[in-house]
């Protein structure tokens, strides 16, 4: 009989600890706060590479490719992508891992058909549109990008002229599941499988 009551009381203890793990993980962490990198400050021309911050999350952008020259022009109207002498491919990469949400075009983009896709590291982002102004969501999320991993960003256009330029780019930091969640799961798998240990050993 007392071995009967202490399995019954692990049985119960392994669930309740597994459903509260699990509803943890089901319900996630707190969304972080978004987070913009602001391409209109009037960072430069002619630059081969640069880099932004925000939140003390660093981007670093690099290897323009345009129509011969390959550099970056980011004025105050943004960071120029498309035909002509703005970028038509370049890398970035993150210094921590990041949840890249949305971006901003500037007023007046020309063209009718300018897009971008952005792909690296367990990430596809494709048709990413660039030929209206206002704030768009990047296609294909979530789209999160790993730290210390190249993402390509690439404009697709036919004819010229076909440019635009990004304002910001808004993202918030990705976070782990928190320790307490995976303390409840591994607790409540370890007395699962002690509660099936002491069944086993129940003499018959």
């Known amino acids: 009989m007392q071995h009967s009551i202490s399995r019954k009381a692990l049985t119960k203890v392994c669930a309740v600890l ?3 793990g699990t509803l943890s993980l089901l319900s996630g962490p707190t969304a972080a706060a978004l ?6 400050d009037g960072t430069g021309n002619n630059l081969t590479s640069f880099q932004k911050s925000a939140g003390g999350i660093q981007a ?14 980011v004025n105050i109207q943004g960071l120029g992508i498309g035909s002509n002498q703005f970028a038509r ?24 058909d300018l897009s971008f896709s952005l792909v690296g590291p ?3 982002s494709a048709n990413n549109d660039a030929t209206t102004a ?8 979530p789209l999160l990008l790993q730290a210390d991993q190249a993402y390509s960003v690439t404009a697709s ?11 910001t780019w808004n993202f918030r930091e990705a976070e782990a599941p928190a320790p307490t969640t995976l303390a409840l799961l ?3 798998l370890g007395t699962a499988a002690f509660s099936t240990k002491v069944r086993r050993r129940r003499p018959t």
């Open 186 to 188: 591994l607790a409540g």
């Open 122 to 124: 367990g990430v596809s």
């Open 35 to 40: 987070l913009s990198i602001d391409f209109s």
């Open 89 to 112: 491919s370049f890398d970035v990469m993150f210094d921590t891992v990041i949840e890249l949400v949305s971006y901003q075009i500037a007023a007046s983009p020309t063209g009718t």
């Open 60 to 73: 670093t952008f690099s290897n323009p490719i345009d129509s011969g020259t390959n550099v970056f022009d």
């Open 157 to 167: 256009f036919t004819g010229a002229p076909n440019t635009a330029r990004i304002t």
């Open 134 to 141: 206002g704030l768009v969501d990047f296609s294909d999320q």
């Open 18 to 20: 597994s459903t509260l």
